[in-house]
């Protein structure tokens, strides 16, 4: 048995070019929440705040996400 598409939920789309499962999983959380900060990401990934401005910091180079004071969103 197929697994059925689910009305009104869209599948976000993954740049080719995130390797990193970390950095997936944060582009994918920005995707599903709209944006965050650095302590929801970390609380919310369970992943150390380092490792967060590191992938972030990447993210922000491959102009992939935006930030706006705290706050983190995808462009």
Request: aromatic letters at 6%; a negative charge; glycine letters at 2%.
């Amino acid at each position: 048995m197929s697994p059925q598409p689910t009305a009104g939920i869209e599948t976000p789309s993954m740049p080719s070019e995130l390797e990193s499962p970390r950095a997936k999983l944060v582009y994918l959380f920005l995707s599903t929440h709209g944006e965050a900060s650095i302590s929801e990401l970390e609380s919310s990934l369970d992943m150390k705040k380092m490792s967060l401005y590191s992938i972030l910091s990447t993210l922000r180079e491959r102009e992939l996400i935006d930030q706006d004071a705290e706050r983190y969103q995808l462009c």
